[in-house]
Nanobody, 127 residues
Framework: QVQLVESGGGLVQAGGSLRLSCAASGRTFSSYGMGWFRQAPGKEREFVAAISWRWHNTRYAESVKGRFTISRDNAKNTLYLQMSSLKPEDTAVYYC????????????????????WGQGTQVTVSS
C-alpha cells in the first residue's frame, strides 16, 4: 500500500509558475512508476506527465510539453511537477499516482495502469 499526498496548488496568474509536490509513504517509493494527471470541471481525467523509477525516463502530454517538468527524489520519497508559463486551460485538480514497476524503466501514461492515487490539489490559473 502506498499513500500519496499532493501539495503546492493554488491560484496563479497566466504566465506564472507553480511547483507541485507529492509525498509518498508506505512502501518503497523507488520501486514505483509515478505520474501526474489532472481533471478540469466537466472533463475526463487526463494524463499530464510520468516518470519511471530507475532511469527517470519521462513522458509528457503534448499540451504541457516544454512548459512542465516532472522529477522525483527517491531519497525523499517525493514526486514533483514544475509548471511554468501557466495558461487558464491548465486549471484543474492535479493528482499524483503510483504503480508498482519491477523493471524500473517503463513510463505509464494511462490512468488504468495506476494503482494508487492522491486526493488531489487545486490549480487555478487566472487570465
Amino acid at each position: 500500500q502506498v499513500q500519496l499526498v499532493e501539495s503546492g496548488g493554488g491560484l496563479v496568474q497566466a504566465g506564472g509558475s507553480l511547483r507541485l509536490s507529492c509525498a509518498a509513504s508506505g512502501r518503497t517509493f523507488s520501486s514505483y512508476g509515478m505520474g501526474w494527471f489532472r481533471q478540469a470541471p466537466g472533463k475526463e481525467r487526463e494524463f499530464v506527465a510520468a516518470i519511471s523509477w530507475r532511469w527517470h525516463n519521462t513522458r509528457y502530454a503534448e499540451s504541457v510539453k516544454g512548459r512542465f517538468t516532472i522529477s522525483r527524489d527517491n531519497a525523499k520519497n517525493t514526486l514533483y511537477l514544475q509548471m511554468s508559463s501557466l495558461k487558464p486551460e491548465d486549471t484543474a485538480v492535479y493528482y499524483c499516482a503510483a504503480t508498482r514497476d519491477y523493471g524500473g524503466s517503463i513510463v505509464y501514461t494511462t490512468a488504468a495502469e495506476y494503482d494508487y492515487w492522491g486526493q488531489g490539489t487545486q490549480v487555478t490559473v487566472s487570465s
